[in-house]
């Protein structure tokens, strides 16, 4: 009998360690504990994040021969009882088993990246060998590299921090820089959008699964050395990736020759101090540097001069994590799932005003109804939907009017949004656009490294027009003005964060205009959230 408790950051918050104690006391009190009997004997495994963070601590009890069962809202507690009536018994105990609304959140997903989170042991090497872990890289090094690239090229998988870019192509511009040693590969796991968890909740329940795709990335392109640059407010995720990139030396997939190859790949774990425009390539490679985690202009691209002048490939930990499944199961597969121009699936983290938050990973092409409804489970409370950001705090507000817009990267982008690394926070009516608005820009204009005047002073400046504004004292032309300052700092910005911090404003000012105008023509919002 195996247990299943979601040790990921949420579950751990909710006490799944204190689930976990409580476990292995109920055993050992039970005599199952190393018990002889294949049927008798229980286990207590910690896995990752299985999505749905809002009924931790889930446990999933594995009976021989029968189909698992899932537990919510565990706490140490209810052990007892589910050992004694369930594992000794043999009976559900069905007032705390999921039900059929717990099951329909997995229904319209894919997960073929989160597929061993929450089934693998996330400290244990040996647990991802036994579900298939580095067959992709064995496989890898048997092809050319040149094969490896053509393969992902082939297979349509796109950038998942935000960009989108193809990363077959991506790796052909580091491969082809020339250089007289090292050539650098970097995970970017620096996710610091609120409301985004995807990239950390990889790593802390599959962290192997990044290992073996930067493997795959760093055999291709022609890299010796690896960074992981995490952001240290993700200690879980360091903890476990740092066990994980001690085990994979140990057991000789990693470091000097690779699986008995002579493919060499170093790999470290950098910690970042948590500033959001670290997620800015250029600037996450300063922060490597040891420098102040500024952008740097472009050109020299990394791939031609990167981290320590030397070309660099950067990819996020979504891209990477997706890797071993192209090469196990080929382009072909991998390109069947999706659009047409946007291929595979994408993790997205649902937050907000929705009822089912958590981590869910769905095909490209699905809409945002799909995804907030069916995947979601709607709104609380019997509210009505109101607007959705999707794409962090760079990305746009959505109105009901768009819930039929599919989500793929150029559908989200027409629609005045875009995918960013997949954060997505959900409004219901009660909800006051204006201080949503305000709320990102706060985020944004705090993380600005301040390196130019645009972004610098115009976020601020767009965020003091805010403040008057929601605090009564908004003038005629305030709307204009914002509009206005905001097309500048998008056009005039170095990087991403000052070319992009405008978005929730301007999409805000697009589809509810009106919030803003009552706020300044009769002083009062007419959303609830104001009013109280
Ligand atoms: Fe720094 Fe903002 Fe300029 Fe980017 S746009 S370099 S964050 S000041």
Redesign the pocket.
Known sequence: VEVHVCMGTAGVASGAIEVMAALDEQFEKHGLKNAESKERNCEAKQTGCRGLCARDVLIDVYMPGEKSITYEHVTAEMVPTIVEEHIIGGQVVEKWAAKADYFQFYDKQKRYVLHDCGRVDPESLEDYVKLGGYEAIKKAITMKPEEVIEEVKASGLRGRGGGGFPTGLKWTFCRGAKTEDHKYLICNADEGDPGAFMDRSIIEGNPHAVIEGMLIAGYAIGCDEGYIYCRAEYPLAIERVIKAIKDAEAAGYLGKGVFSSDYNFKLKLKEGAGAF?CG?ET?LIASIEGERG??RPRPPFPAVRGLWQKPSNVNNVETFANLPNIILKGSGWYSGIGTEKSKGTKIFALSGKIKSSGLVEVPMGITVRELIFDVGGGIPKKRKFKAVQLGGPSGGCLTPDHLETPIDYDSLIAAGAMMGSGGVVVMDETNCMVNVAQFFLTFTQR??????????IG?KTMLDILDRITTGKGREGDIELLQQIGED?KTS???????T?PNPVLTTIKYFRHEYEAHIKDKKCPARECAE
């Not at 993380?447 to 610098?456: A, F, L, N, V």
């Not at 910005?493 to 070319?499: A, D, I, T």
Request: include cysteine; charge should be neutral.
């Open positions: 425009v800015e600037a500024m952008p993380e600005s490294c301040g390196k130019c005047i645009p972004c610098r976020t700092i910005s170095l990087c991403g964060l000052g070319q911090a």
